[in-house]
């Protein structure tokens, strides 16, 4: 490809806005442009770099033997309606109706679709397993996108469905392919954790998510430093004692001015961890939708809400407002277990406490001594708090917890018959029953991995791709006019001729724009053609990064393509 042919509008400065390395370097490299929130064009250098990731995962899913398909991405509102999502499903479920007044929505995920698709055509046992995927196009109408491909409304994904006659072979196909997964993040080149995960909104069993590890993450994972315990920190346990008090007796003190935990224990001279929090939140989905509950954590922890939601069996919990709260007896910053009216849950770590100090629902004023088996009538315990760097570990019990941040590349759930149940996905087993299909789902951020890569592989002069992952494998630089010119096309045809994926910078441009630019958008071999060193019968050729080294002019195609095949050979 000719420079001056390609469609790569580079950008000096920073796009406003972009808050994190990807963002701005696929926006200033040319592999971006936003058409509105959470929603991009893919420049051709981005859909270079797509393909060779895609391809990556094709020849994973292929070897895991589950076979390519793509769906609709309008879908009608009656398969959600089957599943019982359409009810269920947020704002993030774009809804709308076609001129016939008929509803639809925007893919989200396609859970529904594949199982329509295959109820239709499902007869007997002798058919499963059966495993599909697609790489197509999903919207969800994210509350906050943000960080560019990261996290958008319009995004890319590689979504399988696998469909099996009973547990065990789910199973079984789950770890194929959660190796799967290890393969292709591996063969991406990137830095990844895989934990434990929540099932969320989707349900099921077990589930593991794939993790990026970057700062630039939303997600945060825990992990033991001596086993191989790691869990998003939406569900991870971890393991710390509380200290104890004096089992005295309950009674009501003055806390003037002190609301905040640290201020009360400082007030009262008591361990930060030995003051109880109370938090109030809204439950939103399950059994207890629209309750209000009250949730207590030693003044040391913070609350994880996603562990309070599912104690409830919720999709979300939200914190409650000031009128709900009081509504339960409640007064905001002094709210406490003993006078609440309502629903009431404590952390587990307050199991057994004894002199700790809570809130007593009226202004400047906290109970000490409170002591949950003793105050409360049946008090209900739960994992609550979020864990924390040296926490001991819920497995091993030998090593601490460690804390980093991670992206969400891919995520793999268990399902069981939760959708293929409603969808009646129904097949004859060996003894001649109707039954439900057991099913697997297994998703890839593909767009969001573009972005998670360059969190991972840049320098301060641009993207550092894995070589086998560059838009293009080498780049041809021209110093000075026609000789360098009239050499580097003769080389560029030679390259292309003998099948190298080079780029030539045959733009009437300063040398040094021609550099800046060769680095921004991140080629690995770099070949520069330069009259001077004509004059001396060489080129130079060397490593993005490294110093090039002169090569006889003669030699240069030769040892150009060893490089590059040397370099940018893809990891099998
Ligand atoms: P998140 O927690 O990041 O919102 P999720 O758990 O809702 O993601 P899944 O339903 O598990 O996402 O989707 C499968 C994969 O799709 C995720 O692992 C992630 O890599 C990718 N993905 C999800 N939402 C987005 C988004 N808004 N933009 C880009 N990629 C996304
Ligand atoms: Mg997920």
Known sequence: MRFTRLFAPTLREDPAQAEVISHKLLVRAGYIRRVASGIYDILPLGMRVLAKITQIIREEMARAGVQEIQMPIVQPADLWMRSGRWEKYGPELLRFTDRHEQP????????????????????????????????????????????GLMRGREFLMKDAYSFHADEDDLRAFYATMRKAYQRIFTRLGLVFREVEADTGAIGGRASHEFHVLAEAGEDRIAYCRACDYAANVELAEGVRDLPQGEDGPLREVATPGASAAQDVAAFLDVPLARVVKTLAFRLRGGPRDGEIVAACVAGDDELQPVKLARAFGADEAMLASEE????????????????????????????????????????????????????????????????????????????TLAIQRGIEVGHVFELGDVYSRPMEVMFQDREGN?????????????????????????????????????????????????????????????????????????????????????????????????????????????????TREEVPLGEAVVRAKALVEAHCRPPA
């Open 324 to 399: 709900e709260i009081a509504a339960h007896g409640g007064l905001v910053g002094f709210v406490g277990p003993i006078s609440w009216k309502g629903l009431l849950v404590l952390d587990r770590r307050l199991q057994g406490g004894k002199g700790l100090v809570v809130g007593a629902n009226r202004k400047d004023a906290h109970l000490v001594g409170f002591n949950p088996a003793r105050d409360l009538q049946d008090p209900r315990f739960a994992d609550l708090r979020e864990a924390r760097a040296g926490d001991g570990c819920p497995r091993c019990g030998q090593g």
């Open 434 to 546: 109707r039954r439900a299909a057991i099913m697997g789902c297994y998703g890839i951020g593909v767009s969001r991995l573009l972005a998670a890569i360059v969190e991972q592989h840049h320098d301060e002069h641009g993207i550092a791709w894995p070589a086998h992952l560059a838009p293009f494998a080498m780049e041809i630089i021209t110093v000075g006019k026609d000789g360098a010119q009239k050499e580097a096309a003769r080389i560029y045809e030679e390259l292309l001729a003998a099948g190298v994926e080079v780029l030539w910078d045959d733009r009437d441009e300063r040398p040094g724009v021609k550099f800046k630019d060769m680095e921004l958008i991140g080629i690995p071999v770099q070949l520069v053609v330069g009259e001077r060193g004509l004059a001396r019968g060489v080129v130079e050729l060397g490593l993005r990064g490294e």
């Open 104 to 147: 639809f929505c925007l893919g989200p995920t396609h859970e529904e679709v594949v199982c329509d698709l295959v109820a239709r055509e499902l007869r007997s046992y002798k058919q499963l397993p059966l495993a599909l995927y697609q790489i197509h196009t999903k919207f969800r109408d994210e509350i906050r996108p943000r960080f």
